[in-house]
């Protein structure tokens, strides 16, 4: 390719279309029915909107809490679109949100654009949403404990669609365990608190079970920031005696995503999770302990970022991945992806959506296919003053590893 302007042009484009594997979200398949968020109420109420909008408020947290779903739509919509300016990440989300979907967002008229979500069929506004944001593969966020998500796994709807791909979620196992007793007893399960050779057997069952019935790709788990491992503590038993050998036996990696302190404030629920610092020798030391166990990891603090990814330089069993939440943001997106890029060349997973909301794809992966288009564009250019030239192939080839083949290969899948 002779013409920077050409590079920079072709990089972007192919950044901007390519399609990619979201690897964390909470999405789910429509085969889930309810569980599955989409529409203008469930977007303006995101819990990410939720706390924005709580800053420009004197509301008691539970009258909002006991509105209906339009009401605090309506609320949040007047709050932080009307009265202020969408200028925040999630804000500008919805906006272009609604631009992408063929709306006219200068009307700012909220019920024509609830109109006009009401014309459509999930099944079709699915298909819709995934073709315009170039998500070819969701993978879910999947828990036997929930009461209307296991009905549909039980009943074999769950693997139905083929763009869906299960996670099963461990995380009452490793941070809830009285909760988690109980739960594993309800569906059968001869588990008690105190560990025993049979609550171990039987933990192991479950996990193995759940594995086999969703097709689980991975277990992950969200970790508070002050997780030490190894450790004299009950996560470390369930580790090392639980799940590691029951992820080797599966042949299926380990997702950690360290650093969130929940219920920084309870009154604002889901909404109320802080970020925490973490301790990024814990995951050196699952490395070192199990090098043939693959290990993906996400942290939340800004400032865990650089050491964890100076950590996958070490060990080839760590994947590192996405922005994870408050890190989703453009202007922390851009760093992230560059110094990785830096230490890591094209070898790490630089985004996942964490979408909660079917649409969400579309914002969030228009931002970070942008960013990662610019950040390697830039590098590319670098190499063409030095000149080396890379093929618009070559281009292709890198993009996907980093949208999708890095994920695949790396879980074992491809
Ligand atoms: O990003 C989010 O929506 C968070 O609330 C969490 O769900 C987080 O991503 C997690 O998976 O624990
Ligand atoms: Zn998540």
């Avoid at 819990?47 to 309506?74: P, T």
């Avoid at 060990?315 to 453009?330: V, Y």
């Avoid at 909660?356 to 390697?376: C, D, N, P």
Wanted: contains cysteine; glycine residues 4%; charged residues 30%.
């Amino acid at each position: 390719m002779e013409d920077l302007k050409l590079l920079r042009q072709t990089v972007e484009r192919l950044a901007g279309e390519m399609p990619v594997t979201d690897m964390h979200t909470h999405l789910y398949a429509p085969e889930f029915g309810k569980l599955l968020l989409w529409g203008v109420d469930e977007l303006l109420i995101y819990h990410y909107l939720i706390s924005e909008s709580f800053r420009w408020s004197d509301q008691e947290y539970d009258d909002f809490w006991s509105m209906s779903k339009k009401e605090q739509a309506d609320l949040i919509w007047k709050t932080l679109f009307i009265d202020h300016s969408p200028v925040s990440e999630a804000t500008r989300g919805f906006i272009t949100i609604l631009r992408r979907l063929g709306l006219d967002v200068s009307s700012r008229n909220l019920d024509d654009y609830r109109k006009a979500f009401e014309t459509r069929t999930v099944k079709e506004h699915v298909d819709t949403v995934m073709q315009i944001a170039g998500v070819q593969k969701i993978v879910m966020t999947n828990d036997p404990f929930d009461e209307l998500e296991r009905p549909v796994w039980m009943s074999g709807e769950g693997k139905k669609d083929p763009r869906f791909y299960a996670a099963l979620r461990v995380d009452a196992l490793l941070n809830n365990w009285p909760f988690a007793v109980k739960e594993l007893q309800k569906l059968g399960y001869a588990v008690e608190e105190t560990w025993s050779e049979g609550t171990k057997d039987e933990v192991r069952r479950f996990l193995k079970e759940w594995i086999v019935r969703m097709d689980a790709l991975y277990l992950a788990v969200s970790m508070p920031g002050d997780f030490t491992y190894p450790a004299e503590h009950h996560r470390s038993v369930m580790i090392d005696e639980v799940m590691i050998p029951v992820c080797q036996e599966q042949g299926i990696p380990f997702a950690l995503m360290i650093g969130v302190r929940r219920n920084a404030n309870p009154s604002l629920r889901l909404a109320g999770d802080m970020s925490m610092s973490s301790d990024v020798s814990a995951v050196e030391a699952l490395c070192r302990r199990y090098p043939e166990q693959k290990f993906i990891v996400t942290m939340l603090a800004r400032g865990n970022q650089h050491e964890l990814a100076v950590l996958a330089r070490k060990f080839r069993n760590l994947m590192i991945f996405g922005c994870w939440w408050f890190l989703n943001i453009d202007s922390i997106v851009e760093e992230m992806t560059r110094f990785r890029v830096e230490l890591l060349g094209t070898s790490m997973i630089p985004i996942h959506s964490d979408c909660r909301v079917f649409e969400q794809l579309i914002y969030k992966w228009e931002y970070s296919r942008a960013i990662i288009g610019r950040v390697l564009a830039d590098k590319y250019e670098k190499l063409h003053l030095s000149g080396w030239r890379v093929t618009e192939e070559e281009i292709r080839r890198d993009l996907d590893d980093m949208y999708n083949r890095n994920f695949w290969r790396f879980i074992g899948r491809e």
